[in-house]
């Protein structure tokens, strides 16, 4: 997302600098290694008009405006910078804010759609180690509806958060898996199953495996209702409803679905989102009229199984 927003904003006439760890490395910007031992203040390009944070920073004191995006879930109580911005309508609300632009993606480098392939198994994408992610309730599904299921983004046998061994030949493990393997397997998949636990902040993982044509069968929390209308998947936190679903996937209009992510979850309108804030505080208004804090509790959240 950082990368795409970059670009995206370079291509439209605007100069980017990334402020990034030493080794780091790009084509279509300045890249400035970041220094630890330096007051951040001090690093900042003399020629900028605002600083983008894509984490919360220390309380400092900068020379220019600056936008800080939040992308994960704050525990209840912790109160963010006033000039936060969050990464979907819902994840805004959340935090007591109406401050966020919708993540987007360069569709070009995911490269065309084969609508020609046959599409013969289901696909999880996310990290599978993470148990608000809920691999688990992806796997039960695969089996009560009788269908193979890839994993992207986790092994069979984990050890790190508790022990979890899948042992089924119907279910395939991937690891994390990125470029040309990775948009192969979904350009393969009838539909992406992925039942989180957790109030998802965006889900690029979702736009990505509906940019593929796969509708979605997922819980509906967090900004997945923002990104899957109805015809494009099915919501709930109901297995045999999911299950139900998945069942007539052959339903779905993959094309329309992914028009539906090229037309509205694309770099350009993120770019366009983001230009809104910085002009914003480069006029001396705050994003958000008090510091942002999150409201709700954003885990262990229901699924009802078989």
Request: glycine share 8%; charged share 15%.
């Amino acid at each position: 997302m950082i990368w795409d927003l970059g670009k995206s904003l370079v291509e439209g006439g605007h100069r980017v600098t990334f402020i990034v760890p030493k080794g780091s490395s790009c084509s279509f910007a300045e890249v400035v290694e970041l220094r630890a031992d330096t007051p951040l203040a001090s690093q900042i390009p003399s020629t900028a008009d605002v600083v983008h944070f894509n984490f919360l920073p220390e309380k400092i004191e900068l020379p220019v405006p600056y936008v800080v995006t939040e992308h994960g879930n704050s525990p209840i109580g912790k109160v963010l910078d006033v000039n936060t911005i969050f990464v979907s309508r819902n994840h805004a609300q959340r935090h007591g804010s109406e401050s966020f632009v919708h993540n987007g993606l360069d569709w070009a480098a995911y490269g065309p759609v084969n609508w020609q392939r046959p599409r013969e198994f289901f696909h999880f994408l996310g990290k599978a180690a993470w148990r608000v992610k809920n691999v688990a309730g992806a796997i039960d599904l695969a089996h009560q509806v009788r269908q193979p299921l890839h994993v992207l983004g986790g092994d069979r046998f984990n050890f790190k958060r508790g022990i979890r061994l899948t042992f089924s030949a119907r279910i395939r493990f991937h690891g994390m898996v990125g470029g040309a393997v990775k948009t192969q397997l979904l350009n393969g998949s009838q539909g992406l199953v992925f039942p989180v636990r957790w109030h998802e902040p965006f889900g690029l993982a979702v736009i990505e495996s509906m940019y593929f044509g796969a509708p979605v069968f997922s819980t509906p929390y967090g900004a997945l209702p923002e990104l899957v209308p109805d015809w494009a998947g099915c919501l709930s936190n109901q297995a045999d409803q999911l299950a139900q679903a998945m069942q007539q996937a052959k339903r779905f209009d993959g094309e329309r679905i992914h028009q539906h992510v090229v037309h509205n979850f694309n770099a350009q309108t993120m770019a366009q989102g983001y230009l809104e804030k910085y002009q914003k505080v480069m006029s001396g208004s705050p994003l958000n009229a008090h510091p942002p804090c999150a409201t709700q509790v954003f885990d262990h959240l229901d699924w009802v199984s078989r």
